[in-house]
């Protein structure tokens, strides 16, 4: 009776993690997820699914790493998944700043001399 119940847990943890996939999937499909940002995601994904399905592979590694509460170990992989999610989107943030002032200051060159233009058509006889 007691295996039963571990069983459950983990075919809804199986089918959890495809679900999850499957949500990816529909939103890369629809443009509503950009593919940069969906590899992490079905990373994250596949890294449950692995743990789903591998049912003693959390308490291994947790023995390796010297853990002692293994499911404190998914914890930590996430934190640190999230610090490395944020670091980038960081950077993607700076990147586009960068650009954003770049392009206001073209566009600010180009009135500036579309403006010199029609001045110089207006003083012509």
């Known amino acids: 009776m007691e295996d039963i ?6 075919i809804l943890s199986i089918l959890g993690s495809l679900l999850f996939l499957a949500f990816i999937a529909r939103l890369i499909l629809k443009g509503k997820l950009r593919e940069e940002y969906s590899v ?6 596949a890294f449950l699914l692995f743990f789903s399905i591998w049912r003693d592979g959390l308490e291994k590694i ?3 790493l010297g853990v002692y509460y293994a ?30 002032k770049e392009l206001a200051q073209e566009l600010a060159l180009l009135k500036g001399q579309k403006e010199a233009d029609k001045k110089s058509h207006e003083e012509e006889p």
């Open 40 to 45: 992490i995601w079905i990373a994250c994904t």
């Open 5 to 10: 119940v571990p069983l459950k847990i983990q």
């Open 71 to 100: 499911p404190s170990l998914i914890f930590l992989f996430g934190f640190f998944a999230i610090i490395l999610f944020l670091v980038h989107l960081s950077m993607v943030a700076s990147r586009q700043h960068r650009q954003l």
């Open 62 to 64: 947790a023995g390796l």
